[in-house]
């Protein structure tokens, strides 16, 4: 089972336009929700993470937004930029469980920023 | 990254040939995982290691086997190739705990890709 929903599956944005994807998930022990970005050709590469103690992180023109009581969280991307394009994934994992270091990854998003 | 490697970094195969996968770090993790890559399924965990004589099964091991001959390699073994194996395959590591503040940050290698005739 897919513990960890992500959509869209695709989407395409203009330059200089905010790029929007959301997860969802169905695991309260989740305590940490990482998001990671793949270009073609290359492994994934962690972005940004968040924890839940925090309903915002900021890096850049990457933002986290989370939402603990409806189990979601998504990222922002302000001001795209045609080298934004890629696959990005979000990710949760347990800290203090017994999976403790695993991560579940939603299903991706690729983004395509057009010029 | 070059601190992880994969080899090979392209197969192709028929139905039923053994293939290994092999994955080689420099980093100095203790922690090394295999995923699998499909269109819209995203990246599934197919075994885990938390060091040498620790192995676990992921979410999708049927089919699969691994093995972790030092704390730097970590090999995936198709024992009998299947069509539906045909797909993108990661290795990736991690260290314990908090690196400033990325709490146990996946390192991942460039993948093999892997096609099963």
């Known amino acids: 089972q897919q513990q960890v929903k992500q959509s869209p599956q695709s989407l395409i944005v203009q330059k200089g336009g905010i790029s929007i994807i959301n997860c969802a998930y169905e695991n309260t022990a989740f305590d940490y929700f990482p998001w990671y970005q793949q270009f073609p050709g290359k492994g994934p590469a962690l972005l940004i993470a968040i924890r839940p103690d925090v309903s915002e992180k900021k890096e850049g023109r990457f933002t986290i937004s989370f939402n603990k009581s409806a189990k979601q969280f998504s990222l922002h991307i302000m001001d795209s930029q045609p080298g934004d394009s890629a696959t990005y994934f979000c990710a949760a994992t347990n800290a203090g469980g017994t999976s403790y270091g695993k991560l579940t990854f939603g299903q991706g998003t690729i983004l395509t920023v057009h010029p | 990254d070059a601190d992880v490697t994969q080899t090979p970094r392209n197969r192709i195969t028929k139905t039923g040939k053994r293939i290994m996968l092999e994955c080689s770090q420099t980093k100095g993790h203790d922690r090394m995982y295999w995923y699998r890559q499909d269109p819209g399924l995203g990246l599934r965990l197919i075994y885990y290691?938390?060091?040498?004589?620790?192995?676990n099964k992921g979410e999708i091991s049927d089919g699969y086997s691994v093995s972790r001959q030092a704390q730097a390699k970590f090999s995936l073994s198709l024992e009998s190739a299947i069509p539906n194996q045909t797909a993108l395959y990661f290795c990736?590591?991690?260290?314990?705990?908090?690196?400033?503040?990325?709490?146990?940050?996946?390192?991942f290698g460039p993948g093999t890709r892997l096609t099963v005739l």
């Open positions: 990736a590591t991690s260290d314990l705990g908090l690196t400033g503040s990325s709490y146990n940050e996946q390192f």
């Open positions: 290691s938390f060091d040498v004589k620790d192995i």
